[in-house]
Nanobody, 118 residues
Framework: QVQLVESGGGLVQPGGSLRLSCAAS????????MGWYRQAPGKQRELVAR???????TYADSVKGRFTISRDNAQNTVYLQMNSLKPEDTAVYYC????????????WGQGTQVTVSS
């Protein structure tokens, strides 16, 4: 069975930091592009960051310079280091595993809540 399990969310003050983790099981982790998406109340889900099997990275303009995505293939885990957090970063953050074959299924985690507030 396939599982993506996010952790590390919580309540943090503006300017603070959090590190999200997504542990994958049941997939050949190293061949997947891994991504972090977020969805705030009343808004569409948006891409935050992604990292390919070759470790190329992409970031949303709103998080460039503040967030860093990384992966540890030995641990089947992708991370999102979030620094200088802003209230507008408040959202549920979801982990995504995207197979390089477009005909193959991709997967989503259950999400972890990040709240940035004083």
């Amino acid at each position: 069975q396939v599982q993506l399990v996010e952790s590390g969310g919580g309540l943090v003050q503006p300017g603070g930091s959090l590190r999200l983790s997504c542990a994958a099981s049941g997939i050949n982790f190293s061949i997947y592009t891994m991504g972090w998406y977020r969805q705030a109340p009343g808004k569409q889900r948006e891409l935050v960051a992604r990292i390919t099997s070759l470790r190329s990275t992409t970031y949303a303009d709103s998080v460039k310079g503040r967030f860093t995505i990384s992966r540890d293939n030995a641990q089947n885990t992708v991370y999102l280091q979030m620094n200088s957090l802003k209230p507008e970063d408040t959202a549920v953050y979801y982990c995504n595993a995207d197979h390089p074959n477009p005909y193959s299924q991709d997967y989503w985690g259950q999400g972890t809540q990040v709240t940035v507030s004083s």
